[in-house]
């Protein structure tokens, strides 16, 4: 993409070094840049750099004589405004709807319209305090995108969240802000297997990832569309621009599925996490029962009795939690299975989850370099695209959301598949799982595999 208006406001970051490559790249790109500076933030960065990486002078004052209305003829300039670096300072103020200099009276001038970006940077502390937690969602229920914030050692020393993306991750936020996809569509995606406690220390678990569900949320927010990643605490994080939540245990993830769409907020859900068919309930040890989750750890003496209990079909009540129309996209994992049992085990995730589409794949087809090929089956059962790898997955089910539901228009030609019975192979945990850690990975040691 190339040949938009970009407004960067810079505040005062130490961070700002860093945005300045950001520009520079959006500049090499063919954008058109023009730079807002805080007083703070020439502190840290000259207007002299700014201006010779975007040939404009830069504008920092609100009132500089003959310059009184940028902060309505910047906005209707713009087609994207990203504040970068934003500190908390700046979230705080911008969240309190102050307008007492430019970067402010500029977001209140907006067009609602157009993206409005932020990407924070600040120590770790500053990042979680409760202040900029309630102002960033006050600003994402007003429409404002966040540029996620890295984790690592942050200027002051201390490491945590809330280092400034790197520039590559920031362009690619704006550039996916400009993309305007004919069906712009309002996706939660799930990811990573979760985790139900034996005791204090011990999990039952799977060897999900979490890969494929973020290369989808990546796929999808770049081209343009809202994106939620709904991940297990330990599976792979999006890299592109999406917002992120984590669940552990099955009744977490089931409470913010709950949360999330009863928000209305969302058209599409994409559950490719690993969620556990069971449960446990109670442990039988030689001291008797004791409930699961018991703080503290069991001795390693003798071989405890665990009782499980089922787990509901999460992917079976997706629809009742929203007041839309929903697609679903469900995922089913196979492994070794003959072709009639393939096909069995999809027919009845599509049954019994009223899916739009499922996405199957065997493991035992899965490669040495982790390449873990796969069919989206549509609810008739005819396969609608065959994908070798995650990234042509990705970019098969963007294409079928883009298009209406189910149908094989605006696919890809190396996508599309005539019409076949949906080929397979045994069951996961629930009817939906992601990616299983190559042979030769271990699962946590505190972890028992969750079979079938």
């Known amino acids: 993409m190339s040949g938009s208006n970009l407004l960067f406001v810079f505040t005062g970051s130490i961070a700002g070094y860093k945005a300045c490559e950001a520009v ?20 840290f960065i000259g207007p002299a750099t700014l201006e010779g990486l975007t040939g404009s002078p830069v504008l920092s004052d609100l009132f500089e004589p003959g310059r009184a209305l940028d902060h309505i003829s910047l906005t209707r300039w713009a087609d994207a405004v990203v504040v970068c670096p934003a500190t908390a300072n700046t979230l705080n103020r911008l969240a309190a709807g102050l307008a007492d200099d430019l970067p402010g009276a500029l977001f209140l001038a ?22 900029t937690v309630a102002s960033v969602a006050k600003l994402r229920s007003w429409g404002v995108r966040l540029v996620p914030v ?30 305007r996809p004919a069906h712009r569509r309002r996706v939660l995606v799930t990811a990573g297997g979760t985790a139900e406690p034996i005791d204090g220390v011990r999990v039952l678990t799977n060897t999900s990832t979490g890969a494929t569900g973020a290369a989808i949320a990546d796929r999808l927010a770049a081209a343009g569309h809202e994106v939620v990643l709904l991940r297990a605490h330990n599976a792979a994080r999006a890299t592109g621009p999406c917002q992120e939540e984590t669940f552990v245990t099955f009744v977490e993830l089931e409470t913010a599925l709950d949360r999330l769409l009863g928000s209305d907020r969302f058209d ?13 309930d109670s442990m039988l040890v030689a001291g008797g029962v004791v409930p699961a989750g018991s703080q503290g750890k069991i001795e390693s003496v003798g071989a405890p009795l665990l009782r499980l209990r089922p787990n509901p079909k999460l992917v079976d009540g997706l629809r009742r939690l929203t007041g839309r129309p929903l697609t679903v996209v469900a995922f089913k994992l196979t492994h070794g299975a003959d072709r009639p049992q393939a096909d069995a085990a999809v027919q009845r995730l599509l049954a019994h989850s009223g899916a ?3 996405v199957h794949n065997d493991l035992a087809a899965r490669q040495p370099d982790g390449t873990f090929p796969a069919d989206i089956i549509r609810a008739d059962g005819t ?5 070798p790898d995650r990234a042509e997955l990705a970019e098969a089910l963007e294409q079928l959301l883009a298009a209406d539901a189910g149908a094989n228009h605006g696919m890809p030609a190396k996508h599309k598949m005539p019409a076949s019975p949906a080929v397979g192979g045994a069951l996961c945990p629930d009817s939906v799982a992601d990616d299983i850690i190559p042979s030769g990975h271990k699962a946590p040691p505190t972890a028992l595999a969750n079979t079938p």
Do not use: F
Request: aromatic share 4%; hydrophobic share 50%; net charge neutral.
């Open 24 to 43: 520079s790249r959006l500049v090499q790109r063919g954008h058109r840049v023009r730079c807002v500076a805080t007083a703070a933030a020439l502190k």
């Open 110 to 131: 907006h067009d609602r319209a157009k993206p409005w970006l932020v990407a924070p940077a600040m120590n770790p502390a500053m990042w979680v305090h409760p202040a």
């Open 150 to 179: 890295g984790e690592g050692r942050t200027a002051c020393g201390e490491t945590g969240e809330g280092r400034l993306a790197e520039p590559e991750v920031i362009v690619a936020a704006i550039e996916a802000a400009l993309a």
């Open 268 to 280: 599409t859900v994409i559950h490719a996490a690993a969620v556990s068919d069971y449960g446990v």
């Open 356 to 358: 739009d589409y499922v």
């Open 383 to 387: 396969v609608a695209a065959h994908c």
